[in-house]
Nanobody, 121 residues
Framework: QVQLVESGGGLVQAGGSLRLSCAAS????????MGWYRQAPGKQRELVAT???????KYADSVKGRFTISRDNAKNTVYLQMNSLKPEGTAVYLC???????????????WGRGTQVTVSS
């Protein structure tokens, strides 16, 4: 079994910063892509940022220049540094990972349960 556990969410004023972490644990051979998504009440889940094992990144247009995704492959952990936060960034932030449990099995996509980020105006 593989678990993804997010941490670092909380309440912050507009313009502030937060750093989210997501650690993967369990039966893990290696992890391919990792990413952060968010879901606000009444809205669809949307991609925030993704990062490949080699460090290539992709961001939603709404967060470019303000958010930075990074990862530590040795720790099976992905981070999201969020600066200049806006009230519209209020959402549950979830991490996602494509996990190989062995060298001969295809990767399987796992999700964390999410961490709440609330940005007050």
């Amino acid at each position: 079994q593989v678990q993804l556990v997010e941490s670092g969410g909380g309440l912050v004023q507009a313009g502030g910063s937060l750093r989210l972490s997501c650690a993967a644990s369990g039966i893990i051979f290696s992890i391919n892509g990792m990413g952060w998504y968010r879901q606000a009440p009444g809205k669809q889940r949307e991609l925030v940022a993704t990062i490949t094992r080699g460090g290539s990144t992709k961001y939603a247009d709404s967060v470019k220049g303000r958010f930075t995704i990074s990862r530590d492959n040795a720790k099976n952990t992905v981070y999201l540094q969020m600066n200049s936060l806006k009230p519209e960034g209020t959402a549950v932030y979830l991490c996602n990972a494509d996990v190989y449990k062995s060298s001969w099995l295809p990767p399987y996509e796992y999700w964390g349960r999410g961490t709440q980020v609330t940005v007050s105006s």
